[in-house]
């Protein structure tokens, strides 16, 4: 017999976040129980394009880096 839990298959009824890189819901997973405050990324892909410091703001997708001006070489 199966151990009574309070999930009852109702997916809808699970606490959710937003990923801090891309903004998509996450949904709660068992495997994140114990560290559900601490999950900040959706997927790996997620965490690998996290922001290069630790207060920066999510990143948007609609922004892209300014380049740094490069010096000529001298002849």
Request: with cysteine; glycine share 4%; hydrophobic share 25%.
């Amino acid at each position: 017999m199966p151990k009574p839990s309070g999930f009852k298959g109702n997916k809808q009824e699970l606490p959710q976040k937003p990923c801090v890189v891309c903004g998509r819901a996450m949904s709660w997973r068992k495997s994140w129980a114990k560290n559900w405050d601490q999950v900040l990324y959706c997927s790996d892909r997620c965490r690998a394009d996290k922001p290069k410091s630790a207060n920066a703001s999510p990143v948007s997708s609609t922004s892209a880096p300014t380049p740094t001006p490069r010096k000529k070489a001298a002849s």
